[in-house]
């Protein structure tokens, strides 16, 4: 069955077919939206299901052996998204076997650094994507519902978004581009449109990492800047969402002991201090 195709209101309708476009910059937006949706995944099932394929780590440089998938994600590719921008979204969907479920939005970008920076602000605070990506999650997981293991009611969730840039005009090395653009890509990964102060704007830019003198990575908690190749930033790309999907596992867990530090702290108040009550306390 092909999936149903969705559309979204975007709060700022830009046509960008009648006006001419700067190729200063080009590359793609990804946004990630993650979600807990149950305690596993049975990845073989759901291959079975969907007849989607299996996603494997790729590289740009040599890897130690522990960065790997233990058992990599199914992906299955959905259709295109289209708002009510005229953006149309490529989407895809990759099934985790610890029960989180990666929904992955991608817009090709072509123009100047201002307009970047107004795309960045527009999807990061004004485009409810999450609303969206769980709509489709739920639609998808109806079908794969055989291949869930105790599957939950309420979903947590994480979002994330990953501007990679592939190419500029002139080229520019890693230090050049600081310098000339640190303020705008400072920005762009905090999907602010206004000027950030120069403090933060220092805490954004001290955490840039290169390889090579013409690749750039800004990594922050909602987002990250890629300065790249298609093959290069897609190690990256690989990287940040499986520590995402961590972070959404954490989560997890973290509400589970909290709530089974709150029963236990209420049975002792509520309970006698007797022997038997302490032996059924261990118990729990």
């Known amino acids: 069955m092909e999936p149903e195709r969705t559309s979204v209101l975007s709060p700022i309708v830009e046509n960008s077919s009648t006006k001419p476009q700067d190729k ?65 979204l490529d989407a895809q969907i990759k099934y985790y076997d610890y029960g989180v479920l990666s929904v992955v939005f991608e817009l090709p970008f072509s123009g100047d650094w201002d307009t970047l920076v107004r795309l960045a602000s527009r999807w990061v605070w004004d485009t409810d994507f999450a609303s969206l990506a769980q709509k489709i999650a739920r639609q998808r997981l109806e079908r794969a519902r055989p291949a869930l293991v105790q599957p939950y009611d309420e979903w947590l969730n994480e979002d994330y978004f990953i501007f990679h840039v592939r190419e500029i005009a002139g080229n ?95 049975f002792m108040k509520n309970g006698s201090t007797g022997i038997l009550t302490r032996w059924r306390t261990a118990k729990r």
């Open 172 to 266: 520019p090395s890693a230090s050049e581009l600081l310098s000339a653009e640190g303020g705008r890509i400072s920005q762009i990964v905090r999907g602010e449109n206004c000027p950030l102060s120069d403090g933060e704007r220092h805490e954004i830019l001290q955490s840039k990492i290169s390889y090579y003198p013409n690749d750039l990575t800004v990594i922050s908690w909602n987002g990250a800047f890629l300065y790249d190749t298609a093959a290069g930033a897609e190690t990256i790309i690989q990287l940040l969402e499986y520590a995402n999907s961590q972070l959404l596992e954490f989560r997890h867990y973290d509400e589970l002991l909290t709530r089974e530090l709150q029963s236990v702290y209420d």
């Open 24 to 88: 200063t910059v080009q590359g793609s937006v990804l946004v990630l939206i993650q979600f807990d949706v149950c305690e596993e995944i049975r990845l073989d099932a759901l291959r079975d299901i969907f007849g989607a394929r299996r996603q494997e780590a790729s590289f740009k440089h040599a890897a130690p052996g522990y960065v790997r998938y233990e058992r990599p994600p199914v992906v299955e590719r959905i259709e295109q998204l289209v708002l009510e921008s005229g953006e149309r």
